[in-house]
């Protein structure tokens, strides 16, 4: 894959991270994703990606305040750069240059 | 003085360990009920019959056997195994806060099996990518040492 491709998950990600500014972190965008997507995905999964979008240079992060439920443990705040919104774009675009195609088709999508 | 615990032994509930001073903890007694309420505002105990006897002990007692029961410690040792070091923090205490919500709504024990099945689930996509690094840095010292 290469370094401006995304996954699903890396769509939802990037997605959840823009609907949620300024507050996008690990539960905020797991309930934001399973509200809308029906789907829960784990903690690991998320970080996982989201080391990845952060290597990208996809995302940044920055500290939060720490809070009495979360054991005292600080939250990490994400937000989108521009080079992510393009490679957004260019993901979203392509599914929906696939998608349009088959609609010509005639196929229910 | 030293602190200590009063043990309500309740049929059907088990041995509740109720501190007066805990920061939330209701305890009302009357002479034909009992209610006893964690800081959740979770009712534990309505029925003074259910309590079948009562004594004091040492807190130290209590802090002993409660600590193995603490499902955080070997699974915030995992998942520090595996994060990123910027991210262990944030993601435990996303894990801590699932459990606190589910302690509200579901209770301790399902919230404590949510957050044992929570950490496993985020395993194997860490571990993937631990493995997913550990290979690409493999694959750039072979080529340095192929090139040197």
């Known amino acids: ?109 | 003085m030293k602190k200590q615990l009063r043990v309500f032994h309740i049929s059907g509930v088990g041995k509740m360990f109720v501190e007066g001073m805990v920061e939330g903890t209701i305890i009302r007694v009357t002479d034909s009920d009992v209610l006893l309420a964690t800081n959740r505002n979770r009712i534990l105990a309505t029925n003074w019959d259910r309590v079948l006897k009562e004594h004091i002990v040492p807190r130290y007692v209590v802090q002993r056997k409660a600590k193995p029961t603490d499902p955080r410690w070997f699974a915030d040792f995992l998942l520090i195994m595996l994060l990123k070091p910027s991210h262990v923090a944030s993601a435990i205490g996303d894990l801590r806060e699932h459990f606190d919500r589910d302690c509200r709504y579901l209770g301790r024990r399902r919230a404590i099996w949510l957050y044992w099945r929570r950490t496993f689930d985020s395993l194997s996509p860490l571990l993937r990518r631990a493995i997913g690094k550990a290979l690409r840095w493999g694959a750039v010292i072979a080529a340095v040492r192929r090139l040197f």
Request: avoid cysteine; charge should be positive; glycine fraction near 12%.
């Open chain 1, 1 to 109: 894959m290469s370094d401006t491709e995304l996954t699903t998950l890396e769509q939802h990600l990037l997605l959840a991270i823009i609907g949620l500014h300024p507050n996008a972190y690990g539960v905020s965008i797991q309930d934001h994703i399973k509200a809308r997507t029906g789907r829960e995905p784990s903690t690991g999964s998320i970080y996982a990606s989201l080391d990845r979008l952060e290597e990208k240079g996809f995302v940044k992060s920055r500290q939060g305040e720490p809070t009495a439920e979360r054991g005292g443990k600080r939250k990490l705040y994400f937000t989108i750069t521009a080079p992510g919104h393009g490679a957004l774009k260019e993901s979203l675009q392509a599914i929906d240059a696939l998608s349009h195609g088959l609609r010509q088709k005639g196929a229910a999508v």
